[in-house]
C-alpha cells in the first residue's frame, strides 16, 4: 500500500481513494492526523528541551565555530 507525505497509509487505485474520501467525510473512519514515530513523547520533550538548554549556555564565537565546521563538511562531501 502507498504511504503519504507523512507515511500514511492510502489506497493505491483512483476508486479505493474516493471510497476513502467518503468514508472520512461521513465519519465512518477518522483521518489520521499524525503517525506514530514510535519514539516516546516525553524523551522527544527532553531531546528539545536539552538541545535549547545547549544553545543557550553556547557563547555566539562557539556556535559559529560549529556551524562553519558543518557547512565545510557540506561542501566537502564527495
Known amino acids: 500500500m502507498p504511504k503519504g ?3 500514511q497509509k492510502r489506497p493505491a ?3 479505493g481513494a474516493a471510497v476513502m474520501v467518503a468514508k472520512i467525510a461521513t465519519g465512518e473512519i477518522e483521518e489520521a492526523t499524525e ?3 514510535g519514539k516516546d513523547p516525553a524523551a522527544k520533550a527532553l531531546g528539545a528541551k536539552g538541545g535549547k538548554a545547549r544553545a543557550a549556555k553556547m557563547t555566539p564565537e ?3 565555530q560549529i556551524a562553519r565546521k558543518a557547512a565545510e563538511s557540506r561542501w566537502n562531501r564527495d
Open 5 to 7: 507525505p507523512k507515511g
Open 13 to 15: 487505485d483512483v476508486i
Open 35 to 37: 503517525p506514530d514515530d
Open 62 to 64: 562557539r556556535r559559529s
